[in-house]
């Protein structure tokens, strides 16, 4: 699942300056701490190194700790800006960068447990203190003293020797200050920090309705007969889930290990409806109207600084630039992906007819006659496969992919503090034996954690005066299929697919070589962020990569050819739907904080439906309200708003990226060794373009994604 990478703003990793700690891939904090000692030692949060101490964190020391931690950084912020000193970048950008350190990192802890190990507690102080420290980021571009200060820097001798890195860093700096009001008048300034106020607070309230109404719902089925279709292990998953509620039957919830199988193989129509709707409905009541607020917020603030619209606000520092850019470029895909997309339509419709006798196909039919289709033309169950993906073996491939592409040997630990006992910690280092990371990876399900998968960075090192770099600290987090019983869990392919993904964020962390920390790791432009999370996706399809790990639970036995060649055959089954419907998300998405005039259009929800109805394969319901839900773009102050287009861009440079591979040795040293050092050890070093032409020797080209998604199209570039 999503992911949000490079929350930063300023030039300065401040967890995202509007909503510390809320990432879902890359949440990148400042530098190690080398600050002094502060009172209240008892309290954990004022002293984060390297060692989080997660077993001591409680709800009773966030309050104290932040508010302190605030003083000391708005302190900060006032003698930085009115230093006497002629300003240099070591005074200016180095000194911000260590001292605001501690409150970002102690925000990025509080904001990961909050959504992994929530409780009342929790989440009534995060949301208290939220506001706070989102204003107080805000508020560091509106500081008259610090931007005079910027502005000499910027004439001054001292940057015109800087290196390149740290003269990108003082002109990004330089720019995103005027991008987030440093020009603007007293009252443009007074009324842009509270528009990030309140967008923190009620996005903050948005994502914890969506965890709310997740929980809220359960299905209990005591007929075992009504469960026909549905495969075994969804049946004990079910069974236990009851069981460890006290209750009878099957216990049925909104978390995708659960929703999944049902929406794909349960034959009992009105169960898959009762499950369709309540998943694509979540949080509406309570969510609906925060939306219009959000958006108008948003487009507010946009308008505010200057720009036509939200998208060209916050685009202005990726790859795309500009909405219009993104826009087209959706807009393109979609061109070249219609045709395909309603011949698969028509064929779905028509195997139902055949197969039913009703070419009738309502939105909770789509996923389970796609399924029989898909097994009449290649006889390819993914079921087949789960006992091939025990959980802990998957991660044994992981780590096996890393050491023979990048040279990481990667080793669990043992002692170090987690959140929860599932959680499991590892450290990653050279063949030379350079500790290079630290990692936690939380794999299932519960009810105090939020859904879907997800990277964070918690700690970025920075470099030592011996020439190596302090470790990164970092995790990946995902609600994949639970162990039953005394089985470990197995794992559908997608899920396999969910860890490779996020473990590419996880690499691009902790590979990172960058000696400014607010440009190293992922906090790079966004719709460039996930192509190392992307094509790590593709090792999972390559014989050579699953008999690593890919091993039968009883026998050890690699996959067997004949399924293997049916699971490459029915790879891009229906790819042209599956496109369709990531185009519909980035396309609604640039529409609302593009095109949406909410004084016409009111309602959002209704709004959202129109939009979608063209990406839909069936007619979508008067309730159907799945923007409620879609925490991409509402649980932060921007996240991936105006930026969902980036996955598809990011698609477009991974499938490229990858062919180089496929040309050269799906484990050649030699270009894991360029991919490494002129991708993801570089963060944003450099420009993403420049980057990616490093890599590729020439720009980037959409054949190679097409021709993986099993169409055709003129070559054209991203």
Known sequence: MLSMAGLSMAGLSMAGLSMAGLSMAGLVLGPSAHYPPRPMSGNPLLHLGTDLPFDRIDASHVKPAIDALLADAREAVREIGGSRFAPTYENLLGALEERLEPLSRAMGVVGHLESVATTPELRAVYTEVQPEVSAFYASIPLDEALWKR????????????????????????????????????AAGKARLEAIDRELAEVTTKFSQNVLDATNAFELSI???????????????????????????????????????????????????????????????????????????????????????????????????????????????????????????????????????????????????????????????????????????????????VAKRLYDLRIARTEGMPTWDPSVRTFEARTARGERVGLFYVDLHPRENKRGGAWMNGLVTGGPRGDGGFDPHVALFCANATPPVGDRPALLTHDEVETLFHEFGHLLHQLLSRVPVRSLAGTSVAWDFVELPSQIMENWTWEREALDLFARHLDTNEPIPEELFTRMQRARTFRAATMQMRQLGFGVVDLLLHRELDLAKSPDVLAYVRDAMAPFSVTQLPADYAMIASFTHLFAHGVGYAAGYYSYKWAEVLDADAFSRFQREGLFSAKVGAEFRDRVLSRGDSADAAALFHDFMGRGPELDALLARNGLSSPSNAA
């Open 150 to 185: 910027l502005v000499a820097l910027a004439a001054s001798e001292d940057a015109r020797a800087l290196d390149p890195i740290r003269r990108r860093h003082l002109d990004k700096t330089l720019e995103d200050f005027r991008r987030h009001g440093a020009e603007l008048d």
């Open 222 to 400: 005591e007929d075992e007969a009504r469960l026909a279709g549905l495969p075994e292990s969804a049946r004990a998953q079910a069974l236990q889930a009851a069981e460890l509620k006290g209750k009878s039957g099957y216990r049925f919830t909104l978390h995708a290990p659960s929703v999944i199988p049902v929406l794909t193989y349960l034959d009992d129509a009105s169960i898959r409806e009762t499950v369709w709707r309540a998943y694509n409905t979540r949080a509406a009541a309570e969510n609906g109207p925060l939306l219009p607020r959000i958006l108008g917020l948003r487009a507010e603030k946009a308008k505010l600084l200057g720009r036509r619209d939200f998208s060209d606000l916050v685009l202005a520092d990726r790859m795309a630039k500009n909405g219009e850019a993104a826009y087209r470029f959706v807009r393109d895909l979609e061109t070249r992906t219609r045709e395909a997309f309603e011949r698969e339509t028509r064929e779905l419709v028509a195997y139902k007819k055949e197969e039913s006798g009703s070419d009738a196909l309502a939105p909770w039919d789509v996923g389970y006659w796609s399924e029989k289709l898909r097994m009449a033309r290649f006889d390819f169950d993914e079921e087949a496969l789960r006992p091939y993906f025990a959980a802990d073996r998957v991660l044994d491939g992981l780590f096996e």
